[in-house]
């Protein structure tokens, strides 16, 4: 992996790819973490001397009325305050007021790029890795450093493009060296290897389950998706979360890696989808033609506690229950706790289960969490992702 210390910046001029994809309400930005996430790379680049160029999407701009909504001078601001030095930023995303602000930068200056999502209204430059936007934005710089992982498994001009223009002059910043370093311990991880799958539905875990289910010692599977492997199972859910196209391939996984595959034996129970009634667990084969299972119970916890306490290494993808009711934590909460207490070198594969482990304070406490879902997911379905393979 090509990283920052591998390339010569000092004294460049560098253009970096952040992930300033910030939620934004009227213009205030909700929560900064992935400007702060991006600190250690911007810094140290100043550090060095260079004219720091920086580029990062926001939001979806599709129509004109997306382009106030997704402006990112409010980003440029806030960076700003945590730098403690002026940002410059170009409200254009090419021509000459760009060129001209680059063109008058000093040595340990930074200038933000407005979002480059607005070349998206003409034609969708910039998602649709347009050669000639990638190859005028690698001519502003001398080199190229891609921090955005929640994007590297997409091709666009401002990651891609740009990579392809600086052949030997490219790498990866901090942050995306540190989530792909997590990943990589799954390549050849230490066994027994585990995996645990959480999550609403089959459909969208059917890469994941093909790619880590011959690697895996053991695949716990528990959430929504697990009614649809009880039902291949010839059990009743009740109106438990179903994926009727499924229900073969759940079969067929069941028929293959049967001795590998641990399922829930019980759950908390409701008879419509709210956190308002009774916590109350029963047995899976308990579940009555009106109830749902919206959790693992008590002895399905400990099943997969007594299983995961041989792992050496674990992934877990989606969460065991909807999380998004407190009552309904419990089981992701207990399953995370046994693996913190024990611990066992456990990754969080994006999106809903690092979200979970964030709302019960278990999230700085694993191996590690990786941010941007669909780029770990892809990465988990061992799919080649663009964003690397252009700086590889
Ligand atoms: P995914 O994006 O596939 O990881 O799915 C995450 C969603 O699965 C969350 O919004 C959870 O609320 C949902 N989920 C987890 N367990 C269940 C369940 N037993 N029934 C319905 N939804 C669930």
Known sequence: ??????????????????DFNVPLKDGVIQDDTRIVASLKTIKYIMEKNAKLIIFSHLGRVKEEKDIEENNLLPVA?????????????????????????????????VLLVQNTRYEDLDGKKESGNDPELGAYWASLGDCFVNDAFGTLHRAHASNVGIASHMEGKSCFGFLVEEELTALQVLDEPERPFMVVLGGAKVADKIGL????????????????MSYTFLKAKGLNIGKSLLDEENI???????SKYGDKIVLPVDNAVTNEYTDTEEYRVKDI?????????????????????????????????????VYEFEKYRKGTEEVLKGLVDNNIKTILGG????????????????????????ATLEYLEGKVLPGIDCIK
Do not use: Q
């Open 77 to 109: 601001k806030r960076l700003s305050e945590l730098l403690g030095k002026e940002v410059i930023f170009s409200e254009a995303t090419k021509g000459k007021e760009l060129e001209e602000k680059i063109d008058s930068m000093n040595e340990g200056d």
């Open 1 to 18: 992996m090509k990283t920052l210390k591998d390339l010569n910046i000092e004294n460049k001029k560098v253009l970096l790819r952040c």
């Open 285 to 321: 084969e308990e579940l009555t033609e009106e109830e749902m299972g919206l959790d693992i119970g008590p002895k399905s916890v400990e099943l997969f506690n007594n299983t995961l306490k041989e792992a050496k290494t674990v992934i877990w993808n989606g969460p065991l229950g």
């Open 209 to 224: 389950i093909d790619n880590l289910a011959t690697k895996a010692d053991k695949i716990l599977v528990g959430g929504g």
């Open 248 to 254: 073969e391939f759940c079969k067929e996984v069941l």
């Open 351 to 374: 999106g809903d289960v690092v979200a979970a482990a964030s709302s019960c304070n278990l999230k700085d406490k694993v191996y590690h969490a990786c941010t941007g879902g669909g």
